[in-house]
């Protein structure tokens, strides 16, 4: 089946413009995560959606990050006044269930902001 | 995951199996083992994951020693497609949902 898509694949912007990354999960996965990855660094944890509703937001890294996600599906991570310090891949990850670690990662989007 | 230790790399040849082992000596009796592989400029990937017993998929084989204290997984017919850092964690099946990832076994699959 369809896994975890996410789009754009490469997004480049120029320093203090807003971005949307977008993730479609894999259906029936109630569990929705973002994560970012800078070259060479580990998985940051940002935020997770069970549902529509996210009750974990604390690695979103400020307050011009945010999400969001309707309908139990396709959810958008938007990075207002972007930084340099924003670079990085964005993963998104899908799980049947919160307590069940098979999360299923997309492609990522890499953002360049210059 | 500071409670995993994996070896920094490891070479095998195209064909061949490939074991890579994790040590995880404080393991709790309500952990898992979870193995993820994240191939150069994708995202990770979820291979496989077990709590005592052996397990198989399509993708590999996760042997467990009886103590749980360590575990192997096997690529029974490794493929240049395989090379990737590969990760092992521990989790217990809770709401920690944060995955975090060591610095794994970067694998390189020769012709």
């Known amino acids: 089946g369809a896994g975890v898509s996410q789009s754009p694949s490469n997004k480049v912007t120029e320093k203090g413009k807003d971005v949307e990354l977008r993730c479609d999960p894999i259906?029936?996965?109630?569990?929705l995560y973002w994560y970012r990855q800078s070259l060479g660094q580990g998985l940051e944890f940002l935020i997770y959606?069970?549902?529509?509703?996210?009750?974990?937001k604390s690695g979103l890294p400020s307050d011009r990050f945010s999400a969001e996600r309707t309908g139990g599906s396709v959810s958008t991570l938007t990075i207002q006044r972007t930084q340099q310090e924003d670079s990085a891949v964005y993963l998104c990850a899908s799980s049947l269930a919160a307590a069940l670690h098979e999360q299923y990662f997309g492609p990522g989007t890499r953002l360049t902001v210059t | 995951d500071a409670k995993t230790t994996q070896p920094t790399s490891m070479d095998c040849a195209e064909g061949r199996a490939a074991n890579l082992p994790c040590n995880h000596s404080t393991i709790s009796g309500n952990e898992y083992v979870y193995w993820y592989r994240q191939i150069h400029s994708q995202g990770p990937q979820y291979i496989i994951h077990?709590?005592?017993n052996n397990e198989t998929n399509e993708m590999a084989s996760l042997i467990i020693t009886e103590d749980r204290k360590s575990s192997t997984l096997i690529l029974p017919h490794a493929t240049l497609r395989d090379t990737a850092v590969y990760y092992c964690?521990?989790?217990?099946?809770?709401?920690?949902?944060?995955?975090?990832f060591g610095a794994g076994t970067t694998v390189t699959v020769r012709a």
């Open positions: 259906s029936g996965h109630t569990a």
């Open positions: 964690i521990v989790r217990a099946r809770s709401n920690d949902y944060k995955l975090s």
């Open positions: 077990g709590l005592k």
């Open positions: 959606f069970q549902g529509n509703s996210a009750p974990d």
